[in-house]
């Protein structure tokens, strides 16, 4: 297969690597929200053709130049990594035009291009430290110990690999080259090809001298007159395209390292394998790049640039949905977010990985996709979800400019939808989704908290209904889940409704004894009789807002606060194994 061959079939799979990608954005989609994927390409269309004549253009021309291109947002969050991202990013870009494609670019700028020449020689290698740096730097920081660093995952390995594998190939592969006797006589063959034997002998020792060419005939030291012959004659058949071997330094020091074993790597055998070694390398990193985090070269300036211009009041609903979909695909796996997560701290009391911001990107996906996902993933990012207080810190640091908190609210509502019930819904922590409630309609608001309620008084019910498989003591229930109820102090309680008539819960409705099933005073005393059906069924329990106005205001000093929560962690922790394991089977 020639060469031209496999460079088509490797951009060939990049384009349809790069098409298929482009096409998720507009079929795939996170939330109840849905649309068809001929409207959201014209909904699509049709705001790019409103963006561009619209005042928000210069707006995202800035964002293009400034966030995108020079990534001022990463430098604004982090010296390091953006030293790091702008070493690796500019330093191949310019190898690219300079060197893959050097014999199409450079000729348009320069008129006498040799890829021998200054400045190409040296600005090849320049640029090249540039990738070796940032390389190092991302090394670091991956290895670097930091308790808030989100874990390296396998696509994060590969990156950083196929870099640093085509880095040092093509290193080792000019190394080779500058020691070869070979190439030095081919060139000597079609260029110096009327010299006489003398003359190319004296060519020969002077590229020995000056070049780095290891010869198993000649070795210095070389006598001034025949240095001074072998400078003539690289003057007149050379020196017009082939630099001192040193201004390539870094690979001029490479071949220094070789020069003892210089002639285990000369010939075109060995030559050859380490050349189609590099250009073999290049290609997979072509072909695979749709596919791999390298993507996020072009998806993450998309990301800012669409950023910039959207949000969520304005924009049509249809666009959002597909701008969600490319900021899956836009995440680099820098951990900002979850350095910068005020609940991070959490993994270290309940180490589960999808709860981390980062860590939620990689299942996220696949749920968009429609593609199983696991009862352990779906319950685990749920409960990293509603975890989450909503202080939108991980949208500021983000560096490609992606809206997590819209993304989180959107997998929210996705997860709610299954018949999965979530627990967490009935936390304090889920009044974010009650500030947003408008976005939400009616019925698939509602269903979630009507789910885990249902799930909760169906498993305590079962202490009252005969033949059921599950129907331990109240004792079992109380001591084995952690409720530690004071018989003293709840036995002092008399119901003089001190504890409803302070409740604020209670003030919101107009018939409470309606809308909460029990009233404070009256899910004391559900609790002294062992009432546990109508107990965990209640909405009083989970409607409590926590603020101790009733246990303040008691007159017996019965803790009526801190036992609704003791309660509240029997009910979860009691139902959400259930939950689980229903979960696994249904999936």
């Given at each position: 297969?020639?060469?031209?061959?496999?460079?088509?079939?490797?951009?060939?799979?990049?384009?349809?690597?790069?098409?298929?990608?482009?096409?998720?954005?507009?079929?795939?989609?996170?939330?109840?929200?849905k649309?068809?994927?001929?409207?959201?390409?014209?909904?699509?269309v049709r705001?790019?053709?409103?963006?561009?004549?619209?005042?928000?253009?210069?707006?995202?021309?800035?964002?293009?130049?400034v966030?995108?291109?020079?990534?001022?947002?990463?430098?604004?969050?982090?010296?390091?990594?953006?030293?790091?991202?702008?070493?690796?990013?500019?330093?191949?870009?310019?190898?690219?035009?300079?060197?893959?494609?050097?014999?199409?670019?450079?000729p348009?700028?320069?008129s006498?291009?040799?890829?021998?020449?200054?400045?190409?020689?040296?600005?090849?290698?320049?640029?090249?430290?540039?990738?070796?740096?940032?390389?190092?730097?991302?090394?670091?920081?991956?290895?670097?110990?930091?308790?808030?660093?989100?874990?390296?995952?396998?696509?994060?390995?590969?990156t950083?690999?196929?870099?640093?594998?085509?880095m040092?190939?093509?290193?080792?592969?000019?190394?080779?080259?500058?020691?070869?006797?070979?190439?030095?006589?081919?060139?000597?063959?079609?260029?110096?090809?009327?010299?006489?034997?003398?003359?190319?002998?004296?060519l020969?020792?002077?590229?020995?001298?000056?070049?780095?060419?290891?010869?198993?005939?000649?070795?210095?030291?070389?006598?001034?007159?025949?240095?001074?012959?072998g400078?003539?004659?690289?003057s007149?058949?050379?020196?017009?395209?082939?630099?001192?071997?040193?201004?390539?330094?870094?690979?001029?020091?490479v071949?220094?390292?070789?020069?003892?074993?210089?002639?285990?790597?000369?010939?075109?055998?060995?030559?050859?394998?380490?050349?189609?070694?590099?250009?073999l390398?290049?290609?997979?990193?072509?072909?695979?790049?749709?596919?791999?985090?390298?993507?996020?070269?072009?998806?993450?300036?998309?990301?800012?640039?669409?950023?910039?211009?959207?949000?969520?009041?304005?924009s049509?609903?249809?666009?959002?949905?597909?701008?969600?979909?490319?900021?899956?695909?836009?995440?680099?796996?820098?951990?900002?977010?979850?350095?910068?997560?005020?609940?991070?701290?959490?993994?270290?009391?309940?180490?589960?990985?999808?709860?981390?911001?980062?860590?939620?990107?990689?299942?996220?996906?696949?749920l968009?996709?429609?593609?199983p996902?696991?009862?352990?993933?779906s319950?685990?990012?749920?409960?990293?979800l509603?975890?989450?207080?909503?202080?939108?810190?991980?949208?500021?640091v983000?560096?490609?400019?992606?809206?997590?908190?819209?993304?989180?609210?959107?997998v929210?509502?996705?997860?709610?939808?299954?018949?999965?019930?979530?627990?967490?819904?009935?936390s304090?922590?889920?009044?974010?989704r009650?500030?947003?409630?408008?976005?939400?309609?009616?019925?698939?608001?509602?269903?979630?908290?009507?789910?885990?309620?249902k799930?909760?008084?169906?498993?305590?019910?079962?202490?009252?209904?005969?033949?059921t498989?599950?129907?331990?003591?109240?004792?079992?229930?109380?001591?084995?889940?952690?409720?530690?109820?004071?018989?003293?102090?709840?036995?002092?309680?008399?119901?003089?409704?001190?504890?409803?008539?302070?409740?604020?819960?209670?003030?919101?409705?107009?018939?409470?004894?309606?809308?909460?099933d029990?009233?404070?005073?009256?899910?004391?005393?559900?609790?002294?009789?062992?009432?546990?059906?109508?107990?965990?069924?209640?909405?009083?329990?989970?409607?409590?807002?926590?603020?101790?106005?009733?246990?303040?205001?008691?007159?017996?000093?019965?803790?009526?606060?801190?036992?609704?929560?003791?309660?509240?962690?029997?009910a979860?922790?009691?139902?959400?194994?259930?939950?689980?394991?229903?979960?696994?089977?249904?999936?």
């Amino acid at each position: 297969m020639s060469k031209a061959t496999m460079v088509y079939i490797a951009l060939l799979i990049c384009c349809a690597g790069t098409a298929f990608k482009v096409s998720t954005w507009f079929r795939y989609s996170l939330g109840s929200k849905k649309f068809t994927a001929l409207e959201r390409v014209s909904a699509a269309v049709r705001g790019i053709l409103l963006t561009v004549f619209s005042p928000k253009f210069p707006t995202l021309l800035k964002a293009f130049f400034v966030d995108a291109i020079l990534q001022g947002k990463l430098f604004r969050v982090s010296a390091r990594k953006w030293t790091a991202h702008f070493l690796i990013f500019g330093g191949f870009t310019m190898l690219l035009l300079m060197h893959a494609l050097g014999n199409y670019v450079n000729p348009l700028v320069f008129s006498n291009y040799y890829a021998t020449l200054n400045p190409f020689l040296f600005l090849r290698n320049f640029f090249g430290v540039f990738v070796i740096i940032g390389l190092a730097i991302a090394v670091y920081n991956r290895m670097h110990r930091d308790p808030n660093r989100p874990p390296t995952n396998s696509m994060d390995v590969y990156t950083i690999l196929i870099f640093a594998a085509i880095m040092v190939s093509g290193i080792f592969l000019e190394s080779v080259k500058i020691t070869s006797i070979s190439v030095f006589r081919d060139m000597t063959e079609e260029y110096a090809a009327g010299e006489e034997e003398d003359s190319l002998k004296a060519l020969e020792a002077y590229w020995v001298e000056n070049y780095g060419v290891v010869s198993p005939q000649l070795a210095g030291p070389f006598s001034p007159e025949m240095l001074a012959a072998g400078k003539a004659s690289n003057s007149a058949n050379c020196a017009q395209c082939h630099a001192p071997a040193q201004w390539a330094f870094m690979d001029y020091g490479v071949s220094r390292l070789i020069t003892p074993v210089a002639g285990w790597f000369d010939g075109a055998p060995a030559r050859s394998a380490l050349y189609y070694a590099h250009f073999l390398l290049c290609l997979l990193g072509l072909a695979y790049l749709p596919f791999s985090k390298v993507f996020h070269l072009f998806t993450s300036p998309l990301s800012i640039v669409v950023n910039s211009v959207m949000d969520r009041a304005h924009s049509d609903p249809a666009n959002l949905v597909t701008k969600q979909m490319l900021e899956l695909d836009a995440c680099t796996h820098c951990g900002m977010c979850t350095r910068h997560c005020s609940m991070a701290f959490i993994t270290s009391i309940m180490p589960k990985g999808h709860t981390l911001p980062s860590e939620r990107m990689s299942p996220l996906k696949l749920l968009a996709t429609g593609r199983p996902l696991s009862a352990r993933d779906s319950l685990v990012i749920q409960e990293g979800l509603s975890h989450c207080t909503n202080c939108t810190q991980c949208t500021i640091v983000c560096p490609v400019g992606i809206n997590l908190q819209d993304l989180w609210f959107s997998v929210r509502e996705t997860l709610l939808e299954r018949d999965v019930p979530n627990l967490q819904v009935l936390s304090p922590c889920s009044v974010y989704r009650g500030m947003r409630k408008d976005e939400i309609d009616d019925a698939c608001y509602n269903r979630p908290v009507i789910n885990a309620r249902k799930a909760i008084a169906e498993r305590f019910g079962s202490f009252h209904w005969p033949g059921t498989a599950y129907a331990p003591s109240e004792e079992k229930v109380l001591d084995t889940a952690g409720v530690h109820l004071k018989h003293s102090a709840n036995a002092a309680c008399f119901s003089c409704v001190t504890c409803t008539n302070a409740c604020p819960v209670v003030r919101t409705h107009q018939q409470p004894a309606a809308a909460l099933d029990l009233l404070p005073h009256q899910l004391m005393q559900a609790v002294k009789l062992r009432l546990w059906d109508v107990v965990f069924g209640s909405k009083m329990l989970w409607d409590c807002v926590g603020c101790y106005q009733c246990q303040e205001y008691c007159p017996m000093s019965v803790p009526i606060a801190d036992l609704i929560f003791e309660l509240r962690n029997v009910a979860v922790s009691s139902t959400a194994g259930d939950i689980s394991q229903k979960a696994q089977e249904n999936l």
